[in-house]
């Protein structure tokens, strides 16, 4: 099975526990693939990067070029599932 993570649900899984973080074992694990988008790569990068989140991961051992390492490693499809994914939005219409 193939899904879009929202990216306040990906970044929950990222730094803290809960059904987010087991969302994303169920991607570590191969039981989901994690498809994205270039668009939503940047938005995580820009979250990621608000100071708010510094203390955030710090306590959890990472860094923020760690964590996007992380889920570009993750991410089936590339730029062909990225372009589809986009055009489809109604708002890139």
């Keep these: 099975m193939r899904a879009?993570?929202?990216?306040?649900?990906?970044?929950s899984g990222l730094l803290w526990h809960g059904q987010p973080?087991?969302?994303l074992e169920h991607v570590r694990a191969g039981t989901l693939a994690?498809?994205?988008?270039?668009?939503l790569l940047a938005e995580l990068s820009d979250v990621i990067g608000r100071a708010k989140f510094d203390a955030i991961l710090v306590r959890s051992k990472t860094t923020r070029e760690r964590a996007l390492s992380k889920v570009r490693q993750r991410c089936r499809g590339g730029s062909r599932v990225g372009r589809a994914v986009a055009g489809t939005h109604p708002a890139r219409r």
């Design 34 to 39: 994690m498809v994205s988008s270039p668009a």
């Design 4 to 11: 879009v993570i929202d990216t306040n649900v990906l970044l």
């Design 21 to 23: 973080h087991a969302l």
